[in-house]
T-cell receptor
């Protein structure tokens, strides 16, 4: 069984730039959720994708957007990066929208 | 807003002792709870989950207790080992909603 994978592992961007983060879900899982984790904090829900549609969104501005593909992998896009966007971005997959979510290793984004 | 919080930010225990990590939740609609372990530089690792129709669930060396009357969740780790050192999060899911709400975490330090 293949676990959740994310790429890249680390990324440095400049304020105002755009970034795309990628996630492959665990085999057999059709739901992907994205979280932002600031240093020393718990993960904060960004949004979830189920069957290629957004299925719930947290308190994040529209410049945070996403996609889910037919193979259930997903992308998180962030436009007009701000310094406060520096965080660990986590992807979690599950076999249903309310079931246990299994996390990937995360992508560490630094905005300078 | 609704939140999940933890009573103790840092817990230090001796190797071999039992650990108890506590969590208070405020959303009375939550019917599904998960404990995660997060080691430095890694994504959260699923430990154990429990639904609101149960008050206790056991795994390998871990037990989760749920007290819905006082909205309290605990994670018990038996015979704590150095490898258990990490930050532990409880997370709640209101069932039909898609997101998990995390607290800020408790750091478990295992001393030899």
């Amino acid at each position: 069984e293949t676990g959740v994978t994310q790429s890249p592992t680390h990324l440095i961007k400049t304020r105002g730039q755009q970034v795309t983060l990628r996630c492959s879900s665990q085999s057999g899982h059709n739901t992907v959720s994205w979280y932002q984790q600031a240093l020393g904090q718990g993960p904060q829900f960004i949004f979830q994708y189920y069957r290629e549609e957004e299925n719930g969104r947290g308190n994040f501005p529209p410049r945070f957007s996403g996609l889910q593909f037919p193979n259930y992998s997903s992308e998180l896009n962030v436009n007009a990066l701000e310094l406060d966007d520096s965080a660990l971005y986590l992807c979690a997959s599950s076999s249903g929208t309310g079931e246990g979510q299994y996390f990937g290793p995360g992508t560490r984004l630094t905005v300078t | 807003g609704e939140s999940v919080g933890l009573h103790l930010p840092t817990l230090s225990v001796q190797e071999g002792d039992n650990s108890i990590i506590n969590c208070a939740y405020s959303n009375s609609a939550s019917d599904y709870f998960i404990w995660y372990k997060q080691e430095s530089g890694k994504g959260p690792q699923f430990i154990i989950d429990i639904r609101s129709n149960m008050d206790k669930r056991q795994g390998q060396r871990v037990t989760v207790l749920l007290n819905k009357t006082v909205k309290h969740l605990s994670l018990q780790i038996a015979a704590t080992q150095p490898g258990d050192s990490a930050v532990y999060f409880c997370a709640e899911n209101p069932g039909t909603a898609s997101k998990l709400t995390f607290g800020t975490g408790t750091r478990l330090q295992v001393t030899l």
